[in-house]
């Protein structure tokens, strides 16, 4: 046996198949998740995916060279609809091709967007307004309502959350809401995508997006737009060389990692458009897998946690099999 | 002004000097530490920090070539005694020159050790048993003492931690305990440094060690050694190509980097000796920076938090100025 250390995979995109040559008992969360049945997986739509193309790897042959593909879900409504408007909008235009990689800050984010900060945006960009960090209307927008207040709109509730009344799940993401009334808005965990901004009222226009490399920094909940979370090549932005300035900007122009296109997924040919599903988290498939994030049974363990932050329960998304 | 995202720094590592030219109010986390009396900075002994050397990065000239150092401060008594004495006894007798980096798993761990596995173990090193995980002896090490059970030994407790019953600041380091009784045990945040190993009851020897790249691992707290943690260079470990074979592990012996040395830094020259100094977890300065970290008061922040994890309160940890 290899001396390692052999804890199960934390990455919401890798699944570990289960051993086919031993029977072994169903206790890890990606065997739960792995043996979820077909309709517990919920596919997701092109057009909910932001495909972003980086440039190779300029440094040669090595197992970075080669596309660079990063794709990112996009969040549905109600959430952040005013900002991703824009973002199809600025995909539609091609407006990200040519831009770069800007800002690669350890254990927090990298950024990318343009770095004159002079293209031109495209028209018709929505201003939107603060107030849309969060979701006060969510009860009554037709996805969940009825009494109990927020508690009863989330599935798998996490009991313990350090910044929210009550942190848990909605139509496959990790929200956080008050514990009385109807406020809920996304949380930043590892991968999660949102709107870089200038000071307040600012609110960015989508433009400029970052996408979190390291611990979950929850206090920028509700202080900033989420917008979607990387589900496929995040390793392609969290392995990219640090910045040296102030906050990881890059100092010279050659250290920025040139973007050759972004592109909403059902804008690329059929052939190309990539399929990823995931495990619906109102599934009892989720409840089970999640209550073994908590609860660690895998035969690595010995001793299980007896609960897990909403960050530390990653969604299971995977690549559809063509 | 840039479009970016503001957001202050969120590495352990880095203060965000005050700007000397406009009169600020003392707001953020960072500014509160650069403020701190130096009577509330505590020195590191160079007994107490190893010193990894990378070789340089083989792809040439970039932001990544030139020396790699990664310093890890260990942790201090009564936590883990057993596999760091295990530790200085590698170190001491230069086992892992030559080793090499064998596993890098996004969002979860660098790993690094003898790749072959064949390399004889210095003598004399301690099998250390589960039981020292954690210490349920603290209350008598005769550190702290007094009535009140795990809460009174803590300093800025941690009001929600999803994961234990208290979890709160010790001597420099994050750690969890149960909410009645004397159980504490350090916890794995970004950063950690910990002990890799085969199933219980093989608790490792320390000659494969990990360090925590991602979203804090919580659920491996009480069931792994944690020995210490990076406190300098963690960029040269964090931006590793990740490994493409099953848990991160790397593929081609050409994909590992190599460890030139490992050496606690008190074996090296007295000019390279690394100084550092941790801001101290007991002091007045310190609990307000916690309370900023939960209640961000930047000029970025339109509202704050009201709460954070015990891993997004990283202790400051800052070079001393030669």
Redesign the interface.
């Given at each position: 046996?290899?001396?390692?250390?052999?804890?199960a995979?934390?990455?919401a995109s890798l699944i570990?198949p289960a051993i086919a040559s031993e029977p072994a008992p169903i206790s890890s969360p990606g065997e739960i998740a792995a043996a979820a049945p077909a309709s517990d997986w919920i596919a997701i739509a092109p057009s909910d995916l932001l495909v972003m193309d980086l440039a190779p790897d300029a440094?040669?042959p090595?197992?970075?060279s080669g596309p660079r593909r990063v794709v990112i879900q996009l969040m549905p409504a109600p959430f952040s609809q005013g900002w991703i408007g824009n973002i199809r909008k600025l995909a539609a235009a091609h407006w990200w091709d040519g831009t770069s990689i800007n800002?690669?800050?350890?254990?927090?984010?990298v950024?990318w967007?343009d770095a004159t900060?002079k293209k031109a945006l495209p028209e018709g960009l929505a201003a939107v307004p603060?107030s849309r960090?969060v979701e006060s209307r969510f009860a009554s927008a037709g996805v969940h309502a009825g009494a109990g207040g927020t508690e009863r709109l989330l599935s798998v509730p996490?009991?313990?959350?350090?910044?929210?009344g009550l942190a848990g799940f909605w139509s496959g993401w990790p929200v956080a809401g008050a514990k009385e009334g109807h406020d809920v808005w996304p949380v930043h965990?590892?991968?999660t995508v949102?709107v870089?901004?200038?000071?307040?009222p600012d609110t960015?226009s989508g433009?400029?997006l970052?996408a979190v490399i390291?611990?979950?920094?929850?206090?920028?909940?509700?202080?900033?737009a989420v917008v979607g979370r990387v589900i496929s090549g995040?390793?392609h932005l969290?392995?990219?060389?640090?910045g040296?300035e102030?906050?990881g900007?890059?100092k010279a122009d050659a250290?920025r990692t040139l973007i050759t296109s972004i592109r909403i997924a059902n804008e690329l040919p059929a052939a190309e458009q990539p399929e990823f599903e995931y495990l619906s988290t109102e599934s009892d498939s989720f409840a089970r897998y999640a209550d073994a994030?908590?609860n660690?049974r895998d035969?690595?363990?010995?001793?299980?946690?007896?609960?897990?932050?909403i960050?530390?329960i990653p969604v299971p998304v995977r690549a559809v099999a063509k």
């Open positions: 046996m290899k001396h390692l250390l052999l804890a995979i934390a990455a570990l440094k040669g090595s197992t970075r800002r690669v800050q350890d254990n927090y984010v950024q967007g900060e603060e960090y996490v009991k313990t959350d350090a910044y929210s965990c590892y991968g949102g870089g901004r200038n000071m307040s960015g433009a400029e970052y390291g611990h979950a920094p929850r206090h920028l909940d509700r202080n900033i995040i390793e969290s392995s990219l060389p640090r040296t102030a906050l900007f890059y250290e994030r908590a660690r035969p690595f363990f010995i001793r299980p946690a007896g609960g897990a932050d960050c530390n």
